[in-house]
């Protein structure tokens, strides 16, 4: 029986794999360049998480998020968020009715956290209250209105948005807050060659959309198989130290105990390990190698350490530090 559900397991990641294929061939039609934006958020998808897209605007942020609801076939929504906006016009909240006999009562509204894809735009715009209402929904999976319980559709996720040069009249999101994204992905300028397809691409004649290739539930049971791939002892070793050495009071390394205020917790390495995982799905391998730690490295932790103010004041970025912390794997 054990041989036999290997078997099945092998033959899942083998249609898996073809699928994926696909599914970026077509994102890639729709998006020209950025293929590491493209690689990364369709890990974060794979391994069940959310992501925090940073970049200036106009790159295509908005366009990515259509395309993967389209080609994952996901109900998307999005939410530009502002410092009026109230935690209600995003979880929903509770209106009086009046039937036709005259009784009164009364009826959920859901808000657009009510999604299966959902961006949430300029996320760093809105008050404290209210990313606090949207980041317990991603972590619960569901909101409490009027003391009653809503669950919100599965799969369910975030792909939210921070510009990182305009601060001006921002929230930034706290640090404890910022650990609930799974992934922070730089979205970056792209290169000459994928600017010059693009405005040749996007200026032209209407493109043809994107096909869907999977559905939600394939998404769902593609997150299982991701959780049932096996880690040997090499990866485990290397995501368990480059967690433990990024923090201050266990590392021997002096550029990270003399320059960190504060390190990766416990969640970083589930973030890494679920993530490299779900890279290997997507490259067709069975299971996941020390480079997948290497190149997920920075996404899954330039978000949860933080450095010193001398440090930063000294030009040292997170990067670097990153950067480090992956050399001494090899």
Not at 29 to 47: F, W
Not at 88 to 114: L, Y
Not at 179 to 186: A, C, H, Q, Y
Not at 302 to 315: D, F
Request: hydrophobic share 45%.
């Amino acid at each position: 029986m054990a041989a036999t559900n290997a078997d099945d397991t092998l033959g899942a990641l083998d249609r898996l794999g073809a699928k994926l294929a696909e599914v970026r061939q077509e994102i890639g039609r729709a998006i020209h360049g950025q293929h590491e934006v493209i690689e990364q958020t369709l890990i974060c998808l794979l391994a069940g998480g959310h992501a925090l897209l940073v970049g200036v605007p106009g790159l295509g942020k908005s366009r990515l998020v259509e395309t993967l609801s389209t080609v994952l076939g996901l109900d998307a929504k999005r939410i530009q968020f502002t410092p009026d906006l109230m935690p209600p016009e995003i979880t929903g909240f509770e209106t009086q009715d009046v039937a036709a006999d005259g009784t009164r009562g009364f009826r959920f509204v859901p808000g657009p956290v009510f999604c299966q894809l959902l961006m949430a735009d300029e996320i760093n715009r809105a008050s404290p209250r209210t990313q606090a209402a949207l980041l317990q929904a991603m972590q619960e999976r569901r909101v409490s209105i009027a003391g009653v319980e809503h669950r919100l559709p599965e799969p369910f996720h975030v792909l939210a948005t921070q510009n990182p040069i305009e601060q001006e009249g921002t929230y930034p999101l706290p640090e404890a807050q910022l650990d609930r994204f799974l992934l922070e992905i730089e979205v970056t300028y792209p290169d000459l060659a994928s600017e010059r397809s693009m405005l040749i691409a996007t200026t032209g004649a209407p493109e043809t959309p994107p096909r869907t290739v999977l559905s939600a539930a394939d998404l769902r049971a593609a997150q299982a198989l991701v959780r049932q791939m096996p880690v040997g002892d090499s990866v485990l070793d290397a995501i368990l130290r480059v967690v433990r050495d990024g923090r201050p009071e266990s590392t021997d390394e002096a550029l990270i105990s003399e320059n960190v205020a504060w390190g990766p917790g416990p969640r970083a390495a589930q973030a890494l390990m679920l993530t490299c995982r779900a890279r290997a799905l997507l490259d067709g391998r069975l299971s996941p190698s020390i480079d997948d730690v290497i190149a997920l490295a920075a996404p899954v932790l330039r978000h949860r350490m933080a450095l010193t103010y001398e440090a930063r004041a000294r030009g040292l970025t997170a990067a670097a530090v990153i950067a480090r912390l992956t050399e001494r794997l090899g």
